[in-house]
């Protein structure tokens, strides 16, 4: 048997993050930047206007009385002229929010605080030396590693770089996962059901997941057990695949094949894993060299799945996208409740966590922790992480908790 830590980190030495690509500005948001970004140029190129005001020379104005002070406006600077114009002695130019504040100029007196003149403006007051201009190179400077690479671009980031110019950023993209949900007795939701079938869940639960991360997921739906049409429906999805995810066909019963038909695709490894649920699992990958797909065979429980998903796939997804933060936070949370936990294995019980960082957190568990519940996962916030060495947990208790959602 196989242990979870072990089972991770054959995961995460078998993978590293999907090949830097070209992509527009539009789509890198969420990516995760593949190299530094060099300012070519000051930004802004020349001193700015912070507002609509009129520009002036403090020096002009010290000492005068305040009943004189009384400019000629000599011109319009607007936002986006292409020429620095020079203010002479004694003069104001009336200049717009972003534009360009002229040589001799050494303040911006905002509108509000003059009579608003068009050929002669009266000041309320002496504006200080910078006031209301933003001044050369403020935001970034030329040769300066305006976005180190590694960090994700949010919508602060992508102003940065549409700021300097760049049409395009180079990325690690979001790995394209395909999801095969592998069973005979499966059937699509809002298809007609048959006898025995079982409606397809845990591969719609694994599309918004991974969308959820920000990978591109390409679900395929149902597959049926037997062996040539497994193998083609896998085999299909390998030219299109950065990582296949398959939930089913891990039973050791005859009529699961999913270990017959991957042993000529790849190097797959299926183990015991002590953990609950999802005691049988498989990883390695499928297609031949430099086109080899990480592979993750996952149980058809969708709770099984899903926790198989936030323990080994989740982590490799984050570090294929060349994230540098891979799990999800976790708290230390009190039991409200007991329960008992099988000896040897590492169980996984969702949970509804309550509390903040200054009081405490507690915590329930959703359901009868013993049974895999999809409704119980659907109203936990959390999965309470008991160890292999315990077999119960106690009213009072502390115990780690891999917190899903806020």
Known sequence: MRSVQDQLAAVLAAVGPVAPLDVVLTDASGTIL???LIAPVDVPATPLAACDGYAVSTADLQGADPSALVLPVVHDVLAGDPSVLRLAPGQAMRIASGGQVPAGADAVIAAEQTDRGDVRVALSRVPSPGENIRPRAVDVTAGQVALAGGIRLGARQLAVAAALGRRRLRVHPAPRVVIVSIGSELVEPGAPGRDGGVFESAGHALEVAVRDIGGTPVRVGAVSDDRALLREALEDQLVRADVLVTTGGL????QDTLADVLAPLG???FDHVAMTP?????FGTVGGGSGAVPFFALPGHPVASMVGFELFVRPALRAMAGHTDLFR?????VADQGWSSPAGVRQFVPVAVSGSPTEGYRMSPVGDPGQWSIGGL???NALAVVGEQDTAVEVGQSVPCLVLEG
């Open 278 to 282: 999802g005691f049988r699992q498989g």
């Open 251 to 254: 039973s050791e019963y005859a």
């Open 329 to 333: 936070p976790s708290v230390r949370a």
């Open 378 to 380: 659907a109203r936990a």
């Open 267 to 269: 190097t797959v490894r």
């Open 34 to 36: 593949a190299e530094d």
